[in-house]
């Protein structure tokens, strides 16, 4: 049984959030700040986090970054849930780690979708630990990439986008699943940024770059042998 923190400091929404969670069979512990929410994670880590964005003692957005940057919890999965509405403030919380992003007011149905369909993404990835292909090795759970050997140094985006790639090895990713997946957002302003960040992962995987390939007018697709 999956089990899930709620770090909402609006009791109305928790109590909903809880209720929902526990009613379709998962275990729910709520939090009204950021200290508890903490004090919780040295006892027992969840199997995704539901955490809102404006909380009295902590910003959601320092919470994710924090929960980033540790090793027991860089995988974790995390729902951001918040009143902010505008495209900049998702993608912002996107940018930093979030894996998701709901935005109030929400339908129950809607919540208990995306929290499965998270924990169904996590359940795979914690079974496939490394991906590899070519000189290229991913370590899900050190949350690192080597090549021939050495350290390969990526931003988050980075590595999330390797590792969306890597994942569906042999098939076209197109351009509209990975900006949904990565950034969010279907929004085609953003094919620039997508367009930048494959560049610059090609740079960074050196001799091993040209494993990914662009399927022109359609998207990219990582397969074994380089051109």
């Known amino acids: 049984m999956a089990l899930i923190y709620v770090v909402e400091d609006d009791k109305s929404i928790q109590e909903i959030e809880t209720f929902a969670l526990s009613g379709v069979g998962y275990r729910t512990v709520g939090f009204g700040c950021a200290a508890d929410f903490y004090k919780a994670l040295k006892e ?14 902590e910003d959601g957005l320092s919470i994710v970054q924090k929960l980033r940057s540790r ?7 995390i729902m951001m849930v918040t009143a902010k509405t505008t495209e900049i403030d998702k993608v912002k919380g996107l940018d930093i780690g979030a894996d998701d992003y709901l935005t109030k007011p929400f ?3 809607e919540l208990i979708s995306r929290v499965k369909a ?12 490394c991906l590899s292909m070519g000189e290229i ?13 050495q350290p390969c ?3 988050y985006k980075e590595y999330e986008l390797l590792k969306l ?3 569906n090895a042999g098939i076209v990713t197109t351009r509209d699943v990975i900006l949904d997946r990565i950034w969010g957002t ?8 997508l367009d930048m960040h494959i560049k610059t992962l090609r740079q960074k995987l050196k001799g091993q770059g040209s494993l990914i390939r662009t399927v022109r007018n359609v998207g990219y697709i990582m397969s074994g042998e380089e051109d």
């Not at 998270?118 to 630990?129: C, D, F």
Request: charged content about 35%; hydrophobic content about 40%; cysteine-free.
């Open 118 to 129: 998270m924990l169904r993404r996590s359940q795979v990835e914690k079974k496939e630990k």
């Open 44 to 57: 027992e880590l969840p199997d995704l986090v539901l955490l809102d964005v404006m909380l009295p003692d």
């Open 71 to 77: 090793k027991e919890t860089v995988l974790l999965p």
């Open 153 to 155: 140094e990526l931003t």
């Open 186 to 193: 279907s929004f085609e302003g953003e094919s620039r940024t």
């Open 107 to 109: 339908g129950v149905m």
């Open 165 to 167: 790639l890597m994942s």
């Open 137 to 149: 090795v991913l370590d899900r759970e050190k949350h690192a990439v080597t090549v021939s050997g």
